[in-house]
C-alpha cells in the first residue's frame, strides 16, 4: 500500500494550483468507514464548494492509487482551532 505522503506529493500542487493551502492528509472514520481525510484552507475561508471541487479534482488520482481497502474521501477546512 503507498503511503500518505506519496499521496500528498501527488494532490498538493493539485490544491494548491486550485488557489488552497494544503494543510494535513490523514486516516480516519467517518460514520464507522475508513476515510482519507485532507484538509485544506484559504484566507478567506473554506465553503461546502470548494471541498467539493477540491474532492471533484484529486478524486481519480486518488483513485489510481493502491490505498488499500475501501475508504470514502473527505475534504474540509481546518476549522477553528487550525487543526
Known sequence: MISLKIVEEKIRPIIENLGYEFVSINWG???GRRAL???IDKEDGISV???AKVSREIDS???S???GENFVLIVSSKG????
Open 29 to 31: 472514520s467517518e460514520e
Open 37 to 39: 481525510i485532507i484538509k
Open 49 to 51: 464548494e470548494d471541498c
Open 61 to 63: 488520482i486518488i483513485d
Open 65 to 67: 492509487l493502491d490505498l
Open 80 to 83: 477553528i482551532n487550525g487543526i
